[in-house]
């Protein structure tokens, strides 16, 4: 009997209609378009701008495009894992809700969180549900309203994140095809560097920490800037080097988005071509969660049945890896 390994068979997207650009970012604060672009690669984001609808709406919305592309019935689904940082609300689980919305009535389903690497994690525990051999269909979606904890008066953090979600399906493959490796990383020293400092059991919410603006996100950009650079960077060569892969026998590096100088940083270290990288950072700026999937969307049409590809992230806590996987279908 051939081994069981977890491939993505079917990918789905949304991310909201508003547009927050750079030029709009110049009335709000001190910054301009050049200054952005150059630091990060950022042309714009999008913001869930409606009243009531938080990271369930956009995570809804994506697995539904999912299953209306790949034609499947939301109830064939074993198991829901919502990546997320923001998740609608403490302790009910964002990811439960999501399923019944979805119409995942067989499904048991989970909320996981590391961060901006939350999605490459979730596929690590997608590939190990589905090769066990227990489940056969686990739908794992990214998704962040980033826009609700973002301070836009702060121009460390409000020029960064954007909101939205991605989905992928994943199924038992016996070609050989899907997640081949993977390097998970984490290291606590960033507790301090990347975080929102209210709102947990250490601090809870109280009038002065809203006065104090600690339930916004809070980035020492250098530091962090640092560790990702060399930490992405290391996983993704050594992930090549365990396999025995060359810069030939990569496809597509797809990268998580916070940074284009940390994306270009690592694609330099893999030794990969500026064409093998794929970058949407452009258009939606850090969507934490979302990154790896909308990558996956937006580009679906020119991934091929068999190609090598190298997935890679980093994220507060710090959090961060490296995963190979062969693409598993031609659209």
């Given amino acids: 009997m051939n081994k069981i390994t977890a491939a993505i068979t079917a990918v789905g997207a ?36 409606e009243e009531g609808k938080g990271t369930s709406f956009m995570a809804i919305k994506a697995a539904q495009n999912l299953f209306e592309k790949a034609n499947l019935d939301p109830k064939e689904i074993d198991l829901v894992i919502m990546s997320t940082a923001t998740p609608d609300m ?24 590391a961060a901006c690497s939350s999605f490459l994690y979730g596929m690590s525990v997608a590939s190990a549900y589905i090769a066990s051999g227990k489940y056969k269909k686990v739908l794992l979606i990214g998704s962040d309203k980033m826009s609700s904890i973002i ?10 994140f954007g909101d939205g979600a991605g989905a992928v399906l994943f199924e038992p493959n016996t070609e050989g095809l899907g997640l081949q490796d993977e390097i998970l990383k984490s290291d606590g020293i960033g507790r301090e560097f990347l975080k929102i400092e209210a709102g947990g059991s250490i601090l809870p919410p109280s009038e002065e920490t809203v006065k104090n ?24 060569e050594k992930i090549m080097e365990r396999n025995n892969l060359s810069h030939d026998d990569i496809n597509w590096l797809v990268a998580h988005q916070a940074n284009r100088r940390i994306i270009d940083a690592t694609a330099n270290r893999m030794g990969l071509d500026e ?12 969507t934490t969660s979302a990154t790896l999937p909308l ?27 490296a995963i190979y996987l062969k693409w598993a279908y031609t659209k």
């Fill in 14 to 49: 949304y991310v909201p209609d508003y547009v927050l650009s750079n030029q709009v970012l110049e009335t709000l604060v001190e910054t301009n378009d050049e200054w952005i672009t150059t630091r990060t690669g950022i042309k714009e984001r999008r913001l869930l701008k």
């Fill in 90 to 113: 403490p302790v009910a689980s964002t990811g439960v809700f999501v399923a019944t919305e979805i119409g995942a009535t067989n499904a048991f389903a989970f909320d996981l969180q």
């Fill in 151 to 160: 301070d836009y008066t702060d121009r460390a953090t409000c020029i960064i």
């Fill in 213 to 236: 603006k600690q339930h916004f996100v809070f980035q020492d950009g250098k530091t962090v800037f640092k560790y990702a650079v060399s930490g992405m960077a290391d996983v993704s």
């Fill in 275 to 286: 064409s093998k990288v794929l970058i949407n950072i452009q258009k939606y700026g850090n």
């Fill in 295 to 321: 990558l996956l969307s937006d580009f679906e049409n020119q991934l091929k049945k068999g190609d090598n590809i190298i997935f890679a992230a980093f994220g507060g806590g710090f959090t961060w890896g």
